[in-house]
């Protein structure tokens, strides 16, 4: 099946340096990539939608100068978190959408537990 | 805009006991409803979907929903509860945006089941 793989599974980085997120559709093309941060406890809160050669579309609220969102690729999207404050930390999951599947097919990645010390 | 409400942030049931976690949703056209599974510090794992053919859909481990469109809610349910089903289950319905089709999830519930 569909599988996007998520790199690093988790990062510990200091206050003010900035961090890069993979993700990786290993056996489909991923048009459209979704990055979602979660906080403790809390549901899943959409950032920003990209599609593969154009500029993310981010959600209301969030910050697209500190989560800059790549996908160049057919296969690949980043997100990078800049000057990253201990407010940055969370979990970070990316997901896409399953081309052929209609509109159930959506496959997650595995997820990035950032701290920022 | 969609939204899902599950109600309940916690539910607590016996090992063997039926498992019922809530879900309703807005939508002002038909949606596509879904139901996933997060064990800690992992990604999401979909239980189930409902694109709009069966009402009543049946997925992994057991788990099965209906869409009832007359109380707009598509409650996930499992006639006799596990150990291993203690973990966070998110309700998710699928919305258009102007760059693609996400996901938008409700606050999710932590199941706990004791032995």
């Known amino acids: 099946g569909a599988v996007v793989s998520q790199h690093p599974s988790r990062v510990i980085c200091k206050s003010g340096t900035s961090v890069k997120i993979e993700c990786r559709s290993l056996?489909?093309?991923?048009?459209?990539m979704f990055w979602y941060r979660q906080f403790p406890k809390k549901s899943l809160m959409l950032m920003a939608t990209?599609?593969?050669?154009?500029?993310?579309?981010?959600e209301q609220g969030v910050e697209k100068d500190k989560f800059l969102i790549n996908h160049a690729s057919l296969t690949l999207s980043t997100l990078t978190v800049t000057s990253a404050h201990p407010e940055d930390s969370s979990f970070y999951i990316c997901?896409?959408?399953?081309?052929?599947?209609?509109?159930?097919?959506?496959?997650f990645g595995s997820g990035t537990r950032l701290t920022v010390v | 805009a969609q939204s899902v409400t599950q109600l309940g942030s916690h539910v607590s049931v016996s090992e063997g006991a039926l498992v019922l976690l809530r879900c309703n949703y807005s939508s002002s056209v038909p949606p596509y409803l879904f139901w996933y599974v997060q064990y800690p510090n992992q990604g999401l794992q979909l239980l189930l979907k409902y694109t709009s053919a069966a009402t009543l859909v049946k997925g992994i481990n057991g788990f099965e929903a209906e869409f009832k469109k007359s109380e707009t809610s598509f409650h996930l349910t499992k006639p006799s509860a596990h150990m291993s089903d203690a973990a966070e289950y998110f309700c998710?319905?699928?919305?258009?945006?102007?760059?693609?089709?996400?996901?938008?999830f409700g606050k999710g519930t932590t199941l706990s089941v004791s032995s």
């Open positions: 998710a319905v699928s919305e258009m945006n102007q760059a693609g089709t996400a996901l938008i």
């Open positions: 056996d489909f093309q991923a048009t459209t």
């Open positions: 990209s599609n593969e050669g154009s500029k993310a579309t981010y």
């Open positions: 997901s896409a959408r399953v081309i052929g599947t209609g509109a159930g097919g959506y496959t």
